[in-house]
């Protein structure tokens, strides 16, 4: 299972970046992908997840507004979008996935998701 994530670096507050996650490795469409992100100050906060079904995300509270989850099936990539950075987005971002449950329920929680990627740092100047 690998799941790699990528498209951060180094912006200024006010700009926009697009992160990737590629997975290989398990079949897609059976679980859910999610973001998450560890900051300078804190351990790890979720962001966002999408189901690989269906078109249904979850947004953490913090993450509702700039931030946008979609994915590309056929490439089996999940991005998210941020919009506005602002210097306290700056962080490691993390991917990671759930196994679907039934009728296709999806965990979004730090201690719920089965794989774990690798990060992609992000760094807002002001």
């Known amino acids: 299972v690998q799941l790699q994530a990528s498209g951060g670096g180094l912006v200024q507050a006010g700009g926009s970046l697009r992160l990737s996650c590629a997975a290989s490795?398990?079949?897609?469409?059976?679980?859910?992908i999610g973001w998450f992100r560890r900051g300078p100050d804190y351990e790890a906060e979720g962001v966002a997840c999408?189901?690989?079904?269906?078109?249904?995300?979850h947004y953490y509270r913090s993450a509702r507004g700039r931030f946008t989850i979609s994915r590309d099936s056929a490439d089996k990539k999940v991005y998210l979008r941020i919009d506005n950075l602002k210097p306290e987005d700056t962080a490691l971002y993390l991917c990671?996935?759930?196994?679907?449950?039934?009728?296709?329920?999806?965990?979004?929680?730090?201690?719920?998701?089965?794989?774990w990627g690798t990060g992609t740092q992000v760094t807002v100047s002001s």
């Open positions: 990671a996935a759930s196994k679907l449950g039934r009728n296709g329920a999806f965990n979004c929680h730090i201690n719920g998701m089965d794989y």
């Open positions: 999408i189901s690989n079904q269906t078109d249904h995300t």
């Open positions: 490795g398990f079949t897609f469409e059976d679980y859910a």
